[in-house]
């Protein structure tokens, strides 16, 4: 378990509060918990709709990310689609090379995870059974 008294893992941007003069080991371990933590729900891994939904909370470098809910991205397919695309070309190795490598690792990550949720999300069904939970609730 990584513990630094320099970050704190409850708040929101918590990758901002990293200090980029550690070790970059250390600055690795403290993004990857971040990540792990807003990436996982409670027992499982959060769907590409509430990654995006919430990517907000992990990048907060570039205001190019909306405040987007998922119901508003379940009532609009083009919605996810066009926040998919405007999240990997901000997170692309070609727009993160002036970026320090704190935040350099951080994209690279988000790039990886957010890839990963929308191969998942292609291959099922999500629409569905999301409209199915948000609208029995």
């Given at each position: 378990s990584y513990s630094n008294p320099n970050v704190s893992f409850s708040d929101k941007n918590d990758i901002d509060r990293i200090s980029e003069q550690q070790p970059e080991n250390d600055i690795k371990d403290a993004v990857d918990r971040i990540l792990e933590n807003w990436s996982?729900?409670?027992?499982?891994?959060?769907?590409?709709?509430?990654?995006?939904?919430?990517?907000?909370?992990?990048?907060?470098?570039?205001?190019?990310?909306?405040?987007i809910s998922v119901r508003e991205m379940v009532d609009d397919h083009g919605?996810?689609?066009r926040m998919y695309r405007k999240a990997m070309l901000l997170f692309h190795d070609d727009k993160i090379k002036k970026l320090s490598y704190k935040y350099q690792y951080?994209?690279?990550?988000?790039?990886?995870?957010?890839?990963?949720?929308?191969?998942?999300?292609?291959?099922?069904?999500?629409?569905?059974?999301?409209?199915?939970?948000?609208?029995?609730?």
């Open positions: 996982k729900g409670v027992s499982e891994q959060k769907n590409l709709l509430m990654l995006l939904a919430t990517l907000h909370e992990v990048w907060s470098k570039d205001d190019k990310l909306k405040d919605l996810a689609s951080t994209a690279k990550s988000l790039y990886y995870l957010l890839t990963k949720a929308h191969e998942d999300f292609r291959d099922q069904d999500h629409y569905l059974d999301i409209k199915i939970v948000l609208f029995e609730s």
